[in-house]
C-alpha cells in the first residue's frame, strides 16, 4: 500500500488493524515531502506579490521588502508554534475542522470547512497559475494564453486523480528535495557570488527604475500603511499550506507527536529560510516587481516583455546562474514541478475533506458511504471545474488570485487557534498534575499569541484585500457555509421525520398480495411472472392494461399457451393509456385490503447504451414512480438483461469495484461478515 | 366528447363501441373546416412566392403568372381526384402512411412517413410564419423581429397543447368559414368593382417597376424554363394539407367514403377558386411582389418599406376594400387566424402519427402505449422545437422557408400514388365482377395520372429548389428515415431474443431469500423489514456494510433494541465502500444457492424535490443498478413517503392521471377489468 493512499485513509477517520500499518508509517524525511510541497511551493509566488504590491509606491517601495519579509516569517514561526501544540492535542489527526468542531461546535466548524473548501479551489487556481507563469521563463510560447495553459494543467491533474494515479512517497520526495535543493542552492550561491568572491550581482531588472501609482506616489502616512499592509497581506501566501502536518500525524512514526511537532519545526525553518533568502537576495541583486495590471510601470521605454513580467524566481536563476544556464533550468523546473504538486495535494485533499464533512451531515451522505472512488470523483470534478473556471476568468494571473487566497487560510488558521485556547482551558480544569498543567498553560499561551497573532493578520488581510477580491472569497465562503447548514438542517428534519418509533417494528403486514405488470408475453414478463410465483405471495395477479383490442387477444392468446396456473387479468382502458388504469387498479386492491402489502413486480430490461432506455421500460418506470407515492406498496423490479448488457455491466463494475478491489489487499469475500455484537 | 378528440381517437386506428360514436360523426358542413385549414389556409402563401420568384425576372415575369396558376389548379385537380380513389378504398382512413405500407411494405411506410414528420415541421414553421407576415399589414410593430414573433406564437401554440385544450368543431368552422367568406367575398367584391362598376382598382405596389436578377434578365430559354419551374414549385405549396380528409374518412356520416369524397370535391373546388381568384386579382391590379431576400427590387427609390414587403392578402385587402376598413382587417385577421389553425393542426397531426409510427415500432414503445397525454407532450415538444429552430433560423421569412417545404408533401403524394396503383392491380387480380372491374380500372387509371402529375412535380420542386434549400429538407427525411430503421432493428432483434421459449414458463426458482440492506435505523428501514418478512421468504436476512465501526456498533444496538426475530449481519468494509462488498455479498448467496431467486429489499426515500433525491437514495441506486445486472436477483425497493413528497406526487398525477379522468367520460373504477377469454 503506498503512502498517499494510506495517509488518505487515516485522513478520513478510518482506524485500519494497526498490525497491517507499522510497516507503512512515514520517517521525518518521507513525511516532510509528503506534507510540505504545499508550504514551501508558496515561497515561488509570495516574493513576487510583496515586490509588485511594494512596486506601486515606486522605488521607494521596494526598501520596505525586508521588513515585510520579517513579518510574514514571525507570523509564519508563531503559526508553526501553536500548530506544535495542536499536533500533540490531537494525534488523531482531524486538523484544523476537528479542533473548531470539538471545541467550539459544529457550527465553528462548518467555518472552518467553508473556509478550507474554498481554498482547496484556490491552491489548485493560484499553484497552477503560479506553475504556468514561471514556465514562460523556459517556455516562452506559454505567454498570452496562460489562462488556457493552466486550464489545461488542471485538467491533466483532474484526469490523473480521477484515474485514480497514486502516488508514492518519492513520487513526493524527488520533487520537494529538488525544490529544497533548487532554491536554497541557488541562495548559497547567490549570496556566495556575492560576499565570498565579491562578484556584483545584477538582477534584469536592475537597470530600469520604477514608477509607481499615483495614489501611493507621496508614500507616507495611511496610504503607506495601506500599501505596507497590502504587501503583507499578498506575502502571508506563503504560510499556505503549513496545516497540512497537522492533518496527518496518524501517519508519522512513533512518536507519532513528537516526530510531527519535528517535522513541522524542520518545515518552517526550511520555508522561512527559504523565503528570507530569496527577499535578501532580491535586495542584493536590485531586482524588481511591476504590477502586471498595470499599477506600475518602468520608467524606461523598451523593456522586453519577458524581463518586465518575469517572476522573481526566473529573474534570480537568471541572476545567479547567469554562467551557468543548467542551474536556472532546474530552478525553473523545480519550481514548476512543486507547484502542481502542491495543486495536486488539493486534488487529495478536497476529498478527504468532503467525506469527513459527508460523514457529519454536511454534504450529501453518499460522499461519505459510497465507496471512495466515487466520491473521490464527483470531489475531484467539482474542484476542477470550479479551479478551471477562476484560471479562466482571471488568465492565471496569480496577482490577481492572490487577492482571493489567504483570506480562507486565515479565517481557519483563526478559529482552529481560537479552538486550542479552549481545548487547553477545558482541559485544565480536569488536570491535577501540576507539571501537565504547566505543560498546558504554556502551551494555552503559545496558542493564544498564535490566535493573537492569526488574528490580526485576518483583520489586515481583510481591510487590505477586501475591495481587491477578497470579498469574493468572502461570499464563497459564506455560499458554501450557507448550503451546508441548509443540508444538515434537512438531513435533521428527515432523520426527526424517520425516527423510529415504539411499534414501528410491529407494524407487520398481514399478507403480501402481488401483481404483476405483464405488457407483453415474453422472456422479461416470463421471469417476473415466475419471481412473484416463487415468492408465495397470498395471492397473485397478472395484469393487463388493454389499449388495443387486437392486441390484447393476441397476448392472451399467447399467455394461455405458456400453460400458467394463472388467468390474465384485463383491465379496460379506452383512452389508450396503461399507467392511470394500472395505479388505480392497485389502489383498490390497498382500500380493499389496508392490512396487506402490495407488491408490484415490473419486468425491467437492462440495456447498454442510455439510448436504449429510451425504447424500453419507460412504461414501468411512470408506473414506478406513480407507485412509490402510494403507502402500503412496494415495487419489484425483475429484470432481464439484454445481451447489450454486458457491455455496460463492466463499465459499471469498473467504477465502484475497481476501487475496493486493490491488489495486494484481500478481497473482503463472501461470509466474510463477522457479527460485531459476538466479536465484543 | 368533442369532435377534435374523436377524430384523433380515429386516426390511431382504435375502435371505440360504435354505439358510442353515432351522434359525434361529422357532416360534411363542419368535416369541411375541421380538414380543411390546412390546406385552404396555404392560398395566403402560395400566390405571393409565385409572384415573387417570378418577380426575379423583372416586369416580363409577371406575365406568366397566371399560367402557373393555371398548373397549379390542374396539379390540385389531379390530386384531389387521386385522393378521391384513395377515400373510397381506404375508408378506414390510414392515409398515406396505410396505403404506402399495405402495397409497398413497411420501407415505403417509412419512406413517407418520414416525409410527413419533416413537413409537420415545416407547416408549423411556415403556417406561423406567413401568419406572422400577414399581421405585420396590422401590426406594424411585429417587423423586424418576425422570428421572434413567429417563435412566441409557436410556443403559444405549444402551451395550448400541452394543456390539452381541446378543439370543437365551431373552433375549426368559424375561422375557416371566416376565411372562406373572408376571400372568396373580397376576390368577388373586387371582380364586380372592376368588371360591374367599371372602377380602375390599382395595388400599392402597381404604380412601381420591378427590375429583377441579372440572371434571369433575359428571361428566355433554360433560365425562363428554371424560374418557371421554380415559381410553379413554390406555387405548389397550395397543395398542402389536401390529403388531410383521407386521414378522417371515419369521422363522417354514412355513407363515409362517398360523403367524404364529396367534401374533397368541395374543398378543391373552394381551394381552387380562392387560388386563381386571388392570382386573378392580382393581375387586374397590378399587384407586385418583390423577393425579400433582395434579388429583385423596385426601379424607383423610396417605395415605403411596409408597401414593399406587404403579402399579396394584405395589398389585395388595400385595394378592394380602400373605402371600407372594416373589410381589410376581417380579412388579415381571418388569415391570420387560418393560418395559425393550420400550425395547431400539425400539433394534433404530429403525436398522431408518432403514436402509430411507434405502434408499427419504428418510434419508442412509450409513443404508443404511455397514454395519449404523456405521449402527445412529447411528440408536441419536439414539434415546437423543431419549428422554434426553423423561424429563429430563417427569421419567419416564407419565402426561404417555402424552399424546404413541399418537398415531403410530394413525396408523400407520389409513393402513396404509386401503392394506389398497386392496389387496384392488386384487386383486380381477383375480382370477377365485371362492373366493379370497371370502375377499379377507372380509378387505377385516375391514380396513374395522378402518380404521374405528383411524381413530375416532385422532380420538378427537386431540381428547381434543391439548391435553395431543399436539399436540408431531404437530409432532414434521411436522418429521421435512418432513426426510424435503426429502432425497429432494435426492437426486432430485442424481440428474437426475448422471445419466450417452451420452457420459461417452467423456469421456477425453488425458493425466494430475502436480503434486506440496512444502513441506518429508521422508518424507512424497519418499514423494508416489516415487509420483507410479510413476504415469508425462505430465508431473511438484514445485512449492514460496516464503512465505520462506531456507527456499526450505534445501528447494531439500535437494531438489538427494536427486539425483532431477526439478526443483523454486518460485512466488513475496510475500504469503506458500501456497493461492491453488499453486491458480493449477494453474489455469494446467488452461486451457492443457484436454483434460488434473490430478492434484494432496498429502502427508498420518496422526496419531493430534485435536490432531495441527490441528498438521498444514491447509495440504493447504486446498488440497485449493479444488481441489475446479475442473474437471478430481483431488487424491491420499498418505499417510505417524507413529508415532502406530497407536493411531487401532484405533480405526477396531473401529469399522468389527467389524461384518462376526463369529465363526462366514466372512469375506469376498479373491478372494472375484463376477461376477454369470458366474453368471445
Redesign the interface.
Known amino acids: 500500500m503506498n503512502v498517499a493512499d494510506f495517509v488518505k485513509r487515516l485522513l478520513?477517520?478510518?482506524?485500519?488493524a494497526s498490525t497491517q500499518l507499522g510497516e507503512t508509517l512515514l520517517p521525518k524525511r518521507i513525511a516532510l515531502p509528503v506534507f510540505a510541497s504545499d508550504a514551501l511551493s508558496s515561497v515561488a509566488y509570495a516574493p513576487d506579490e510583496i515586490l509588485l504590491t511594494l512596486s506601486l509606491a515606486g522605488m521607494a517601495g521596494f526598501a520596505f521588502s525586508w521588513q515585510i519579509a520579517i513579518a510574514v516569517a514571525v507570523v509564519m514561526f508563531l503559526v508553526i508554534m501553536s500548530y506544535r501544540q495542536t499536533v500533540h492535542a490531537y494525534p488523531s489527526g482531524g486538523g484544523d475542522y476537528e479542533v473548531a468542531t470539538v471545541n467550539l461546535g459544529p457550527t465553528a466548524g462548518m467555518v472552518v470547512a467553508s473556509a478550507l473548501l474554498v481554498d482547496y479551489v484556490l491552491t489548485v487556481a493560484v499553484s497552477v497559475s503560479s506553475g504556468v507563469q514561471n514556465a514562460k521563463a523556459m517556455i516562452p510560447f506559454l505567454a498570452g494564453n496562460e489562462g488556457l495553459w493552466a486550464a489545461v494543467v488542471v485538467l491533466i491533474l483532474m484526469g490523473m486523480n480521477l484515474r485514480g494515479v497514486r502516488e508514492s512517497g518519492s513520487f513526493f520526495a524527488v520533487p520537494t528535495y529538488g525544490f529544497m535543493i533548487a532554491v536554497l542552492g541557488m541562495i548559497a550561491w547567490g549570496l556566495f557570488r556575492i560576499f565570498g568572491l565579491g562578484e556584483h550581482l545584477s538582477a534584469p531588472t536592475a537597470p530600469y527604475e520604477v514608477v509607481g501609482s499615483s495614489d501611493y506616489e507621496p508614500f507616507i502616512g495611511l496610504a503607506m500603511a495601506a500599501l505596507l499592509a497590502r504587501a503583507f497581506s499578498s506575502g502571508s501566501a506563503a504560510l499556505t499550506g503549513v496545516e497540512a502536518i497537522s492533518n496527518g500525524v496518524p501517519a508519522f512514526r512513533e512518536p507519532k507527536s513528537r516526530n510531527a511537532a519535528t517535522t513541522l519545526a524542520l518545515l518552517g525553518a526550511v520555508a522561512i529560510t527559504m523565503f528570507g533568502g530569496i527577499i535578501w537576495l532580491s535586495n542584493l541583486t536590485d531586482l524588481k516587481m511591476i504590477d502586471p495590471d498595470g499599477n506600475s510601470h518602468f520608467e524606461q521605454n523598451g523593456v522586453p516583455a519577458d524581463v518586465a513580467h518575469e517572476t522573481v524566481m526566473g529573474q534570480l536563476g537568471h541572476t545567479v546562474f547567469d554562467q551557468f544556464p543548467i542551474g536556472f533550468y532546474f530552478v525553473i523546473t523545480a519550481t514548476m514541478v512543486i507547484l502542481f504538486l502542491a495543486a495536486n495535494t488539493a486534488f487529495n485533499g478536497f476529498p478527504v475533506l468532503g467525506?469527513i464533512l459527508a460523514?457529519d451531515g454536511f454534504l450529501?451522505?453518499?460522499l461519505?458511504?459510497?465507496?471512495?472512488?466515487?466520491a473521490y470523483s464527483n470531489g475531484i470534478l467539482v474542484l476542477a471545474g470550479a479551479a478551471i473556471a477562476l484560471v479562466l476568468a482571471f488568465n492565471a494571473n496569480v496577482t490577481a488570485l492572490i487577492q482571493l487566497y489567504v483570506v480562507g487560510v486565515f479565517v481557519s488558521f483563526t478559529v482552529s487557534q481560537f479552538g486550542m485556547t479552549r481545548h487547553w482551558t477545558r482541559h485544565l480544569k480536569t488536570e491535577k498534575d501540576p507539571k501537565l498543567r504547566s505543560k498546558m498553560k504554556r502551551s494555552r499561551v503559545i496558542n493564544t499569541v498564535g490566535l493573537t497573532g492569526t488574528g490580526i493578520v485576518l483583520i489586515i488581510v481583510l481591510a487590505s484585500k477586501f475591495i481587491y477580491g477578497a470579498y469574493l472569497a468572502v461570499i464563497a465562503m459564506v455560499v458554501v457555509f450557507l448550503l451546508m447548514r441548509a443540508?444538515q438542517q434537512?438531513?435533521r428534519k428527515?432523520?426527526v421525520?424517520?425516527?423510529?418509533?415504539p411499534a414501528?417494528?410491529r407494524?407487520?403486514?398481514?399478507?403480501?398480495r402481488a401483481v404483476i405488470l405483464v405488457?407483453e408475453?415474453?422472456?422479461?414478463t416470463?421471469?417476473a411472472?415466475?419471481?412473484a410465483?416463487?415468492?408465495?405471495?397470498s395471492t397473485i395477479e397478472a395484469?393487463l392494461v388493454?389499449?388495443?383490442?387486437a392486441e390484447?387477444?393476441r397476448i392472451?392468446q399467447?399467455w394461455?399457451e405458456?400453460?400458467?396456473d394463472l388467468?390474465l387479468?384485463?383491465?379496460?382502458?379506452?383512452?389508450?393509456?396503461?399507467?392511470?388504469?394500472f395505479?388505480?387498479?392497485v389502489?383498490?386492491?390497498r382500500s380493499?385490503n389496508p392490512r396487506d402489502?402490495v407488491?408490484v413486480?415490473i419486468p425491467?430490461?437492462?440495456v447498454g447504451h442510455w439510448w436504449?432506455q429510451?425504447?424500453?421500460n419507460?412504461?414501468g418506470l411512470?408506473v414506478?414512480?406513480?407507485?412509490?407515492?402510494?403507502?402500503g406498496?412496494?415495487?419489484?423490479?425483475?429484470?432481464?438483461?439484454?445481451?447489450s448488457?454486458k457491455y455496460?455491466?463492466h463499465r459499471?463494475?469498473r467504477h465502484?469495484?475497481a476501487?475496493?478491489?486493490?491488489p495486494g489487499?484481500g478481497?473482503?469475500?463472501?461470509?466474510?461478515?463477522?457479527?460485531?455484537?459476538r466479536k465484543?
Open positions: 478520513v477517520g478510518r482506524k485500519l467525506s460523514r450529501p451522505r453518499m461519505h458511504t459510497r465507496g471512495d472512488r466515487l443540508i434537512h438531513y428527515v432523520a421525520e424517520t425516527a423510529v418509533g414501528d417494528a407494524l407487520l403486514p398481514s399478507r403480501v405488457q408475453i415474453n422472456k422479461p416470463m421471469r411472472v415466475n419471481f410465483r416463487a415468492t408465495r405471495a395484469v388493454s389499449v388495443d383490442d390484447t387477444k392472451v399467447q394461455d405458456q400453460g400458467l388467468a387479468k384485463v383491465i379496460a382502458s379506452p383512452y389508450r393509456e396503461v399507467t392511470g388504469p395505479i388505480n387498479y389502489r383498490g386492491i380493499d402489502v407488491c413486480y425491467e430490461y437492462i436504449e429510451l425504447l424500453h419507460q412504461t411512470i414506478r414512480t406513480r407507485l412509490n407515492f402510494m403507502q406498496v412496494m415495487v419489484t423490479s425483475v429484470p432481464y438483461q439484454l445481451a448488457s455496460a455491466q459499471a463494475e465502484t469495484a476501487a475496493w478491489r486493490r489487499r478481497q473482503v469475500r463472501l461470509g466474510d461478515y463477522i457479527d460485531p455484537e465484543e
